[in-house]
Each structure stands twice: as structure tokens, then as C-alpha cells.
């Protein structure tokens, strides 16, 4: 059955927002052509038919959360029957049973299938609304209910603003901002009198208080305000860093770079290339200084697996690199063996084609470790937050003009530039990180080791 699923664009992706179709029901369409826009946790992007027919029934709405591998749209094919999803039949039930439409068939991940047993639609507690149900009953994914549990919300307590009253992620996650339907384990209010004259009687313990998202307050909404929703990469990016952050103890090492022979280095190399229509930038030397530092500490060129830190030979440089709506981190491969004019290369190709948001999700998955440049806006000096689950990151700052000593102490105008290491303190300790920091500004202060 030529069916439309939510593509799996990544080994982490579970579910994606279906944000514009870009053709309607009825259409003649081939294999091949675009036919919606999808947004994952790491980019929008066109997704194509692959199958030749008439587009012939919509499943998802624009602004619905799909799970991977849930069912979208159906492309119909010569003597072929449009499934009615309306009456009977299993897409009907998957749908009564809390699914997005045919997704009970194709949910891709085995977390997810055991989630799949028993999915009838599930009961609402006593005091749940009856908005957002169907028969006494609300209908959200796996990945809804799995996200309520998480955060011990009652999903008879949250109202579904999905078709046909579905609990969506947004839901959940308003919920969560509010404060509101926590899983209290509470009656709503129906113990008998006698039971609540008792109670008030006896003095009412303290709640055990933990680490609890701050309630937050309801928008303004006046005329001089703004409401803005974050985007789902906004969201994921919130989540992992703030994960990132609570659960990896970082260490930071700082290093200040003379950048002059660096920067005497590069517009030689600029002035011979630029009859090729290349520009080597501050960037190229940078990445390329800190992969070849490396091969000294391997221990910060890791990636965190659930056997513990596996250590990589090649390099597989992450650079951090700023959207609209978010940030991607494009990766370039084996970044040691290449030179600095094919690093150039591919890492303006790359840029350019992650802010159109035309990465593969192997471009940008991957990486072994991360560099991210604020240098172009500015900022003397910054840290940044290691991207699980690779052990390390450096955070590139400014080239500022300042005073420095030469050889025979005198003072002369310098060009310098911050390295701050962000690295996972259980892969690697203050000593590797100090002496890393050390190798990248030597190989930088002498850029002609970058040559050989």
C-alpha cells in the first residue's frame, strides 16, 4: 500500500512536525517530486513521493506531530482503493486507540512497540475533563504519554488540541509551563466529608521538594508584546543542553593565541588562491589546529556509548552553526587528512547548505568533536556546553588588537585570540585538558605544522 510515513531523518528522531504540503488531495503526482515539509529536532526539509499516482488522501494535518514512521498521506496507484479511516478497519482502530493514523503498523522503534500494547484509548481519571475525548476517553502517541510520565502529568487532566481533540506534545509541554495536571494521585475533590473533616484535623505533611520546573506565568498578551512559540529544534536543542548541562561535569581551560603568523600565513595563502575564488578564513586554521592537536589526546576525540567512552582515531569535526530557528552542526570527516583548502571548501558548502536546510542527516550527525565560532560578532571570550555524546568542545572567540612583548621585551601590537576547551571530566581530567589547550595554540602560534 503506497502509504506516506514520517521518515526516521536520524538515529534519535522519534517524531516530526509535518509544517506545509506542498501538494493537494487530488493531485497527479511521480515519484520523486516533493510533496511536504517536515521539521525535525536538527533541521526543515522536503520530503518526496516515492511512489507514482494521485495524492489522493491527506492523514496528517500541517502542524501535527507525527511519530516516526506514522502514516501521513496516501498516494493512490492504478486499481487502487482510497483505506477509509473513518469507519472501521485498523487504521480506524490504531486511530481509536491513541495512534496517529497508521502508525500502529509502522512505528519503527522497539521502545515504541512495547509502548503499542494495549492501546486502546485510555480512560480518563475521575474529575478529567471530557474536552479533548472521544466517548470518555483521550487519545494521544507513545511519545505523548511517555513524555507525560516523564514530567508526572495526568493526561485526563491536559485538553488535546490536535484533530479530533488528540493530545498532542504541545499540549503536554503547555501543561508542563503552566504547572497545571500534575499526577498527584489526589480524588479530585470527591472524598467524602467525613474523610476531609478528619484530614483537616490532623496536621497536613510538607511536601518532599525537589528539583521542579518554576511555575510560570500566563502571557501578557498585550498590545507592545510578541507571543513566540518555540520551534521544535528550539525545543530538543533546550532539553539536550539542559540535560548536557545537569548531567556532564564539565571543566573549562582558557588559552589566549597570538594570531599573527597565523593571519600573515593566511592572506598568503588567500592571495595565491584567489584566482580559484577561495577565501581560507580564521575558522579553517582554527579547526584544523584543533584536530591535529589531538592525535596527542585521544581521550577528547570520544564518544560516549552504554559501554562507556570509545575513543576515535579519525577526527570527525562538528562545526556549530546558527538558523533562524535553532542550531545545526554540520560535520566534516576525517577533517586531519584534509588541507586547508578543501576544509574552506567544504566548510562553506556545508554552512550554506545547513541554512537552506538541505543537509542529509549524515552531514550532520556523527561528529567525535565540536568547535563553535562566535569570533565574527565579537565576543572576546565565551564557554560552551558539551554536545552529548561526543566529551569535548571549544568555543572560539574574537581577534582583538592589543598591546604584547616581543623577544626583547618590548611592548608591540599583538592579534589575540581565546580558546576556552569545554570538555566531560569522567573521559578526561584538568591536566589532558591544560595540555590539549597548550598543543592547539602552539600548532596555531606556528601554523607552518598545519602545512606538513
Known amino acids: 500500500m503506497p502509504e506516506v510515513y514520517m521518515p526516521k531523518m536520524g538515529d534519535a528522531m522519534e517524531e516530526g512536525t509535518l509544517l506545509k504540503w506542498l501538494v493537494s488531495e487530488g493531485d497527479e503526482i511521480s515519484e520523486g517530486d516533493p510533496i511536504a515539509e517536515i521539521e525535525t529536532d536538527k533541521a526543515s526539509m522536503e520530503i518526496e513521493a516515492e511512489d507514482s499516482g494521485t495524492f489522493?488522501?491527506?492523514?496528517?494535518?500541517?502542524?501535527?506531530?507525527?511519530?516516526v514512521g506514522g502514516a501521513i498521506a496516501f498516494i493512490q496507484g492504478e486499481g487502487e482503493e482510497v483505506p477509509d479511516r473513518q469507519e472501521g478497519g485498523g487504521e480506524a482502530e490504531a486511530e481509536e486507540g491513541g495512534e496517529d493514523s497508521g502508525g500502529e503498523a509502522a512505528i519503527a522503534t522497539a521502545e515504541q512497540d512495547e509502548e503499542e500494547e494495549g492501546e486502546e484509548a485510555e480512560p480518563a481519571q475521575a474529575g478529567g475533563q471530557a474536552d479533548?475525548?472521544?466517548?470518555?476517553?483521550?487519545?494521544?502517541?507513545?511519545?505523548?504519554?511517555?513524555?507525560?510520565?516523564?514530567?508526572?502529568?495526568?493526561?485526563?487532566?491536559?485538553?488535546?488540541?490536535?484533530?479530533?481533540?488528540?493530545?498532542?506534545?504541545?499540549?503536554?509541554?503547555?501543561?508542563?509551563?503552566?504547572?497545571?495536571?500534575?499526577a498527584d494521585g489526589q480524588d479530585d475533590g470527591q472524598a467524602e466529608a467525613g474523610d476531609g473533616a478528619a484530614a483537616a484535623e490532623e496536621p497536613q505533611q510538607a511536601p518532599q521538594?525537589?528539583?521542579?520546573?518554576?511555575?510560570?506565568?500566563?502571557?501578557?498578551?498585550?498590545?507592545?508584546?510578541?507571543?513566540?512559540?518555540?520551534?521544535?529544534?528550539?525545543?530538543?536543542?533546550?532539553?539536550?543542553?539542559?540535560?548536557?548541562?545537569?548531567?556532564?561535569?564539565?571543566?573549562?581551560?582558557?588559552?589566549?593565541?597570538?594570531?599573527?603568523?597565523?593571519?600573515?600565513?593566511r592572506k598568503q595563502l588567500n592571495e595565491q588562491l584567489e584566482a580559484e575564488g577561495l577565501k581560507l578564513s580564521v575558522n579553517d586554521f582554527v579547526m584544523k589546529s584543533c584536530a591535529v592537536a589531538l592525535r596527542s589526546y585521544p581521550n577528547l576525540n570520544a564518544i560516549q556509548t552504554t559501554k562507556g567512552?570509545?575513543?576515535?582515531?579519525?577526527?570527525?569535526?562538528?562545526?556549530?552553526?546558527?538558523?533562524?530557528?535553532?542550531?545545526?552542526?554540520?560535520?566534516?570527516?576525517?577533517?586531519?587528512?584534509?588541507?586547508?583548502?578543501?576544509?574552506?571548501?567544504?566548510?562553506?558548502?556545508?554552512?550554506?547548505?545547513?541554512?537552506?536546510?538541505?543537509?542529509?542527516?549524515?552531514?550532520?550527525?556523527?561528529?567525535?568533536?565540536?568547535?563553535?565560532?562566535?569570533?565574527?560578532?565579537?565576543?572576546?571570550?565565551?564557554?560552551?556546553?558539551?554536545?552529548?555524546?561526543?566529551?569535548?568542545?571549544?568555543?572560539?572567540?574574537?581577534?582583538?588588537?592589543?598591546?604584547?612583548?616581543?623577544?626583547?621585551?618590548?611592548?608591540?601590537?599583538?592579534?589575540?585570540?581565546?580558546?576556552?576547551?569545554?570538555?566531560?571530566?569522567?573521559?578526561?581530567?584538568?591536566?589532558?585538558?591544560?595540555?590539549?589547550?597548550?598543543?592547539?595554540?602552539?600548532?596555531?602560534?606556528n601554523p607552518v605544522l598545519l602545512m606538513v
Open 56 to 67: 489522493a488522501q491527506i492523514i496528517a494535518q500541517e502542524g501535527d506531530d507525527i511519530p
Open 209 to 265: 521538594v525537589g528539583l521542579q520546573t518554576p511555575r510560570l506565568p500566563e502571557p501578557v498578551e498585550g498590545p507592545d508584546t510578541e507571543l513566540m512559540e518555540p520551534t521544535r529544534m528550539q525545543r530538543v536543542i533546550g532539553e539536550r543542553m539542559t540535560e548536557a548541562k545537569q548531567h556532564i561535569p564539565h571543566f573549562y581551560a582558557t588559552v589566549e593565541v597570538r594570531m599573527d603568523a597565523a593571519m600573515a600565513l
Open 132 to 182: 479533548g475525548r472521544a466517548n470518555g476517553h483521550f487519545r494521544a502517541s507513545p511519545i505523548v504519554k511517555r513524555l507525560a510520565a516523564e514530567n508526572d502529568l495526568d493526561l485526563s487532566k491536559v485538553e488535546g488540541s490536535g484533530p479530533q481533540g488528540r493530545i498532542v506534545e504541545r499540549d503536554v509541554r503547555a501543561a508542563m509551563e503552566r504547572g497545571d495536571a500534575q
Open 309 to 445: 567512552f570509545e575513543l576515535h582515531d579519525k577526527v570527525d569535526m562538528a562545526m556549530a552553526v546558527a538558523l533562524d530557528a535553532g542550531l545545526i552542526t554540520p560535520v566534516i570527516r576525517d577533517i586531519t587528512s584534509k588541507g586547508l583548502a578543501a576544509i574552506s571548501r567544504e566548510s562553506k558548502d556545508l554552512a550554506v547548505r545547513a541554512r537552506d536546510g538541505k543537509l542529509q542527516p549524515d552531514e550532520y550527525q556523527g561528529g567525535t568533536i565540536t568547535v563553535s565560532n562566535m569570533g565574527m560578532f565579537g565576543i572576546e571570550s565565551f564557554t560552551a556546553i558539551v554536545n552529548p555524546p561526543q566529551a569535548a568542545i571549544i568555543a572560539v572567540s574574537s581577534i582583538a588588537r592589543r598591546p604584547a612583548y616581543d623577544e626583547n621585551d618590548e611592548i608591540v601590537p599583538a592579534s589575540m585570540m581565546k580558546l576556552t576547551l569545554s570538555a566531560d571530566h569522567r573521559i578526561a581530567n584538568g591536566r589532558d585538558g591544560a595540555l590539549y589547550m597548550a598543543e592547539v595554540k602552539k600548532t596555531l602560534e
